[in-house]
C-alpha cells in the first residue's frame, strides 16, 4: 500500500482535538516507516551491487 488517506473521508472528526492529533500522529508514523523501508531497500541494492 502506497498512501492512506484519514483526513478526507472523516472530516466530521476535525471537530475533536484528540483525533485530529491521533490521525496526525498515525499519518506521521506512515510516512518514516515508508521513507525507513525505503532507505532499507535502497542500501540493501547497494550492497548487492558492491
Excluded at 476535525?14 to 498515525?26: A, K, L, W
Aim: charged content about 20%; hydrophobic content about 30%.
Amino acid at each position: 500500500m502506497q498512501n492512506f488517506d484519514l483526513v478526507t473521508s472523516n472530516e466530521h472528526l476535525h471537530y475533536s482535538e484528540t483525533m485530529r492529533n491521533v490521525i496526525g500522529q498515525i499519518t506521521t508514523l506512515w510516512d518514516i516507516c515508508r521513507q525507513d523501508r525505503k532507505n532499507s531497500s535502497a542500501s540493501s541494492e547497494y550492497m548487492t551491487e558492491s
